[in-house]
C-alpha cells in the first residue's frame, strides 16, 4: 500500500497545485492554454518520440490493446443506446455521452501513469492510436451527423485525417519507425528531446489540476445521465477491460494491469473540445471531466491496490 501511495501521491500533488495555481490566479488561463499547447505540441511527442525508439515491434502491446478497445466500444456503446432510449437524447447528445464514457485520459493523466507507474510508454502509445485514429474518425462522423442544419464543411475529410494532425501520434509513430530502422539518432538530436520531454510529466500533470477549476453544473436534467456517463467510465469498463484480458486473452499480470489501469483512467478532456467544436451540450463532457478526474483518484489507486504485479 506505502509503494502505491509513494508512486501516485506525486501525480495528485502537482494536479492539486495546477488547481490551486488556476483556483487563486497566479496562473491565467492564458497561461493554461499556453502550457496546454507546449505540453501537447511538443513535450509529449518528445518524451514518447525518445522512449519508443527503444521498443522492438514485436514487444507492442498489441492484444492487451485488444481488450482495452473491447470495453472502450462497450461502454461507449452503452452510453449511446442509454441516452437515446431512456433520457431520449438526440444523436449529437447521444454520440458526446458515448464519447465521455469511454474516451479516456490517455494525454495529460495517461502519459504520466505511463511514465512514473508503469515505466514503459508502449501501452500509451497504443491507446492512443487506437483513441485517434479509430475512435476520433467515428466521433467527428456520428457528430457530423447529429449536428442541426447543414453538416460542417469537410468533416469527413477532417475524420479521416485527423492522426495526421495530432503531435503525439506523430511523435510516437516517428518513434517506431526509428526503432523498425535499428537506427540510433546521434546524441545530439536525443539529448535535446530528452530534456524536452522531461516536461512533459510535471506540465501535463499541472494543466490537469489547472483544467479542474471549472464551475460544476447542478441541473436535475443533466444529473441523471452525468451518473451514467461516469459510473460507465469509471466502474464499466475497468471491470470490462478485467474480464477480457483475464478470462478471454488470458493475460498476463503485468499487461491485465496495465489494461485495466488505464481503462479505469478519467473522461479525455478532448470530450468538451469536440463537443464545443460542433456547438454540442457542453455541460455533460465538461462535468464528466471534472467528476470523473476527481473520483479517479479512487479507482487507479483501488486497481493498483487490486492488480499491481
Known amino acids: 500500500m506505502r509503494s502505491i501511495l509513494s508512486e501516485f501521491l506525486p501525480i495528485w500533488i502537482i494536479a492539486g497545485l495546477g488547481w490551486a495555481a488556476s483556483r487563486s490566479g497566479v496562473v491565467a488561463r492564458q497561461g493554461r492554454e499556453a502550457l496546454t499547447a507546449f505540453a501537447f505540441t511538443f513535450a ?6 525518445t522512449m519508443l525508439t527503444k521498443v522492438a515491434l514485436g514487444d507492442l502491446p498489441f492484444r492487451p490493446l485488444i481488450a482495452f478497445a473491447v470495453s472502450t466500444l462497450t461502454v461507449a456503446a452503452a452510453a449511446l443506446a442509454l441516452v437515446r432510449w431512456v433520457f431520449h437524447g438526440k444523436l449529437a447528445e447521444q454520440v458526446i455521452a458515448a464519447m465521455s464514457a ?3 485520459n490517455a494525454g495529460n493523466l495517461g ?5 512514473y507507474v508503469l ?4 501501452f500509451v502509445m497504443a491507446v492512443l492510436v487506437f483513441q485517434v485514429m ?3 474518425p467515428l466521433i467527428f462522423m456520428g457528430l457530423d451527423l447529429g449536428r442541426e442544419g447543414d453538416a460542417v464543411p469537410g468533416a469527413w475529410k477532417r475524420s479521416l485525417l485527423a492522426p495526421l494532425r495530432n503531435p503525439l501520434v506523430l511523435g510516437a509513430s516517428a518513434g517506431l519507425v526509428v526503432s523498425a530502422l535499428s537506427w540510433h539518432p546521434p ?3 536525443m539529448r535535446p528531446l530528452e530534456l524536452l520531454g522531461g516536461a512533459a510529466v510535471p506540465v501535463a500533470l499541472f494543466v490537469l489540476g489547472m483544467a479542474l477549476d471549472v464551475p460544476r453544473s447542478d ?3 443533466n444529473r441523471g445521465v452525468i451518473s451514467v456517463v461516469v459510473s ?5 469498463q475497468p471491470l470490462i477491460a478485467f474480464v477480457v484480458g483475464r478470462e478471454m486473452l488470458h493475460l498476463n499480470q503485468a499487461a491485465l494491469y496495465a489494461v485495466v489501469l488505464f481503462a479505469a483512467l478519467p473522461t479525455a478532456q478532448n470530450t468538451f473540445l469536440y463537443a464545443t467544436r460542433y456547438n454540442g451540450g457542453t455541460e455533460l463532457p465538461r462535468d464528466a471531466i471534472l467528476i470523473s478526474t476527481l473520483l479517479s483518484m479512487v479507482t487507479v489507486s483501488v486497481v493498483s491496490l487490486l492488480l499491481r504485479a
Open 119 to 122: 515505466h514503459d510508454a508502449s
Open 187 to 189: 546524441k545530439e538530436v
Open 134 to 136: 479509430v475512435m476520433t
Open 102 to 104: 469511454g474516451y479516456v
Open 219 to 221: 441541473t436535475a436534467a
Open 44 to 49: 509529449m511527442p518528445a518524451v514518447l518520440f
Open 111 to 115: 502519459i504520466p501513469v505511463a511514465l
Open 232 to 236: 460507465l467510465k469509471l466502474v464499466a
